[in-house]
């Protein structure tokens, strides 16, 4: 079945980075788009970037535009965000998501904290 | 982007009782709505993809309907554990967009 396992969440001080991996398994990675969204504490769910099957394009949330890299390792099943200039208000789960047959598919999430 | 409406944000209601959700979209999405419910630290579990199909495991009180721009979520019959918040999200095109959310309390 498929299975998407975030990893890499943790506390880090507002200007810092911190890197977010997404592990997939149970189908073709390298045959879907794949999202980040992400849901700060209390508030709604807002999508935070997307990258093509093959890396070719990839789109991002006026947000965190310039500030975080949606990246991928087809030969690993490994989608990554690299998060840099963190502010306070980057506070989230972090969650990797992708449609496969008109479903969505969620990972459990990852909580990254902005804080000093 | 794809603006969603979604309402009402909060509701009371009790154990039996049949609720209903709508959300609608800023332009038509077709049938590219999905239906999630989350509750407290857990992450968003769907419940219904394509606006009417009813995701493996849901309880069949849980039902969805409309195409375009307009679309419902119905629980017929209200249990103890439905208590929780719901999201309309549109997977038509990217960026997804999700609705406000709307909590579901215990009258």
């Known amino acids: 079945q498929v299975q998407l396992v975030e990893s890499g969440g943790g506390v880090v001080q507002p200007g810092g980075s911190l890197r977010l991996c997404c592990a997939a398994?149970?189908?073709?990675?390298?045959?879907?788009?794949m999202h980040w969204v992400r849901q700060a504490p209390g508030k709604g769910l807002e999508w935070v970037a997307f990258?093509?099957?093959?890396?070719?394009?990839?789109y991002y949330a006026d947000s965190v535009k310039g500030r975080f890299t949606i990246s991928r390792d087809n030969s690993k099943n490994t989608l990554y965000l690299q998060m840099n200039s963190l502010r306070p208000e980057d506070t989230a789960v972090y969650y990797c998501a992708n449609l496969i047959s008109m479903i969505v598919y969620w990972g459990q999430g990852t909580l990254v904290t902005v804080s000093s | 982007d794809i603006q969603m409406t979604q309402s009402p944000s909060s509701l009371s209601a009790s154990v039996g009782d049949r609720v209903t959700i709508t959300c609608r979209a800023s332009?038509?999405?077709?049938?590219?709505l999905n239906w999630y419910q989350q509750k407290q630290g857990k992450a968003p579990k769907l419940l219904i993809y394509?606006?009417?199909s009813l995701q493996s495991g849901v309880p069949s009180r849980f039902g969805g309907s409309g195409s375009g721009t307009d679309f419902t979520l119905t629980v017929s019959s209200l249990q103890p554990e439905d208590f929780a918040t719901y999201y309309c999200?549109?997977?038509?095109?990217?960026?997804?967009?999700f609705g406000q959310g709307t909590k579901v309390e215990i009258k």
């Open positions: 394509a606006a009417s």
């Open positions: 398994s149970g189908f073709t990675f390298s045959s879907y788009h």
């Open positions: 999200q549109q997977s038509h095109t990217t960026p997804w967009t």
């Open positions: 990258i093509r099957y093959d890396g070719s394009n990839k």
């Open positions: 332009q038509s999405i077709s049938s590219n």
